[in-house]
């Protein structure tokens, strides 16, 4: 079972979580995987603390030009829909940080001008954080696409009973290709009126892919009961409300872990865990009733 759990808005709670429901998940027996695809900015590790195993770099096709050969007829850049590639009179510029690495221009090249070289944009991290697999990918500074990478970071094996997803948040190509092939996407919101403006772009994208989808409400308590009235009226489930509590914040301060810190967060994610269970038995047989606990 994939289980991406992702937001409209940054701050909402997403990373914490996704994190400590894979730490209480692996603690009740299941095999985990948890997928950091905020390669931006990743931080689930600075909860989990993994021993990185395996490090690899991540790269992209892009085109170089042989002047020599090059005839200037303009195709390559008549075919490229995101202007990496451009013939401007007796010259043709590139922009490998624009290629999305279609082979377009390759293809049309009358002289064999265009070859295509690796150029790496990111490194890809994995390892184990106790019982739980751990993956994320970090994308170098300045590059300008991070889909391809995370496409890598998530097709990469392991075996796991559950994955945990880490989505990057609000709702640009970058969170369209995390919460993809998912079987569940938890959105993370809070009782604010940007978390309910962000909430509905979020809701309106996963739609948009025909993804089963819930929603949490982190921090309940601070603001108005406006999101609970959104999702009633778009018939959207809430699987848990989890309230404001300073103790959290702490515990995130500090890179602990909420369930270890806070008694009544890990209930909040226990009960939470038993209904993912129970909407997926065949996906968890050890579910008990100790998680409704």
């Given at each position: 079972?994939?289980?991406?759990?992702?937001?409209?808005k940054?701050?909402?709670?997403?990373?914490?979580i996704?994190?400590?429901?894979a730490?209480?998940?692996?603690?009740?027996?299941?095999?985990?995987?948890?997928?950091?695809c905020?390669?931006e900015?990743?931080?689930g590790?600075?909860?989990?603390?993994?021993?990185?195993?395996?490090?690899?770099?991540i790269?992209?096709?892009?085109?170089?030009?042989?002047?020599?050969?090059?005839i200037?007829?303009?195709?390559?850049?008549?075919?490229?829909?995101y202007?990496a590639?451009?013939?401007?009179?007796?010259?043709?510029?590139?922009y490998?940080?624009?290629?999305h690495?279609?082979?377009g221009?390759?293809?049309?090249c009358r002289?064999?001008?265009?070859?295509?070289?690796?150029?790496?944009?990111?490194?890809?991290?994995?390892?184990?954080?106790?019982?739980?697999?751990?993956i994320?990918?970090?994308?170098?500074?300045?590059?300008?696409?991070?889909?391809?990478?995370?496409?890598?970071v998530?097709?990469?094996?392991?075996?796991?009973?559950?994955?945990?997803i880490?989505?990057?948040?609000?709702?640009?190509?970058?969170v369209?290709?995390?919460?993809r092939?998912?079987?569940?996407v938890?959105?993370?919101?809070e009782?604010?009126?940007?978390?309910?403006n962000?909430?509905?772009?979020?809701v309106?994208?996963?739609k948009?892919?025909?993804l089963?989808?819930?929603?949490?409400?982190?921090?309940?308590?601070i603001?108005?009961?406006?999101?609970?009235?959104?999702?009633r009226?778009a018939?959207?489930?809430?699987l848990?409300e989890?309230?404001?509590d300073?103790?959290v914040?702490?515990?995130?301060?500090?890179?602990?872990?909420?369930?270890e810190?806070?008694?009544?967060?890990?209930?909040r994610?226990?009960?939470?865990?038993?209904r993912?269970?129970?909407?997926?038995?065949?996906?968890?047989?050890n579910?008990t009733?100790?998680?409704a606990r």
């Amino acid at each position: 079972m994939k289980i991406a759990v992702a937001s409209g808005k940054g701050g909402t709670g997403k990373t914490i979580i996704a994190t400590n429901l894979a730490w209480l998940a692996a603690q009740k027996g299941h095999s985990v995987a948890y997928v950091d695809c905020d390669v931006e900015e990743p931080n689930g590790h600075l909860f989990l603390k993994p021993h990185i195993e395996v490090t690899r770099s991540i790269g992209q096709l892009h085109p170089v030009v042989d002047d020599q050969k090059c005839i200037h007829c303009g195709l390559c850049g008549e075919i490229c829909q995101y202007s990496a590639i451009v013939c401007v009179g007796q010259r043709v510029l590139v922009y490998p940080e624009l290629c999305h690495a279609c082979g377009g221009c390759t293809l049309v090249c009358r002289s064999g001008a265009i070859k295509e070289v690796l150029r790496e944009t990111g490194k890809l991290e994995a390892g184990t954080a106790g019982p739980i697999h751990f993956i994320h990918g970090v994308l170098n500074i300045g590059e300008a696409m991070s889909t391809p990478l995370i496409r890598q970071v998530k097709s990469e094996p392991m075996g796991e009973e559950l994955r945990i997803i880490d989505c990057p948040p609000g709702t640009s190509c970058p969170v369209i290709e995390s919460v993809r092939g998912a079987d569940k996407v938890l959105l993370v919101t809070e009782p604010t009126p940007f978390g309910l403006n962000d909430l509905t772009l979020a809701v309106e994208m996963v739609k948009a892919m025909e993804l089963p989808l819930a929603v949490i409400l982190n921090r309940a308590g601070i603001g108005d009961r406006k999101v609970q009235a959104y999702c009633r009226d778009a018939d959207i489930e809430i699987l848990a409300e989890i309230p404001d509590d300073r103790r959290v914040a702490e515990a995130y301060s500090k890179g602990i872990l909420a369930c270890e810190a806070v008694p009544e967060f890990r209930r909040r994610l226990e009960e939470l865990l038993f209904r993912l269970c129970g909407s997926e038995k065949t996906a968890f047989p050890n579910a008990t009733l100790e998680a409704a606990r």
